[in-house]
Nanobody, 122 residues
């Protein structure tokens, strides 16, 4: 089975930084699209960033405004979300996801991690 495990969440003051990690295990022969999503309490889960397996097609949500960077480990079994200049509205549970299809929408991702909580507060 494909498994995704997020880590790196925590509490940070506004303007601070966090790096989230997603450990990927399973069939790496499948060239999955990888994505990051977040969900705040009482709100819909929203798209944050996504990248193709080889990193040649990376997209970010507009609200990131250059603050977040999605990257991959050398072995492609780990993906990262570097979050800089964090704002209180970034507070959410962040999820890593993988999809078989290219340019997938939220409901088209096939595998999800359990999430890691990010709290941005003074």
């Amino acid at each position: 089975q494909v498994q995704l495990v997020e880590s790196g969440g925590g509490s940070v003051q506004p303007g601070g930084s966090l790096r989230l990690s997603c450990a990927f295990s399973g069939r790496t022969s499948n060239e999955y699209t990888m994505g990051w999503f977040r969900q705040a309490p009482g709100k819909e889960r929203e798209f944050v960033a996504t990248t193709s397996w080889y990193g040649n097609n990376t997209r970010y949500a507009d609200f990131v405004k250059g603050r977040f960077t999605l990257s991959r480990g050398n072995a492609r079994n780990t993906v990262y979300l570097q979050m800089n200049s964090l704002k209180p509205e970034d507070t959410a549970v962040y999820y890593c996801a993988a999809a078989h299809s290219a340019m997938p929408h939220k409901d088209e991702y096939d595998y999800w991690g359990q999430g890691t909580r990010v709290i941005v507060s003074s």
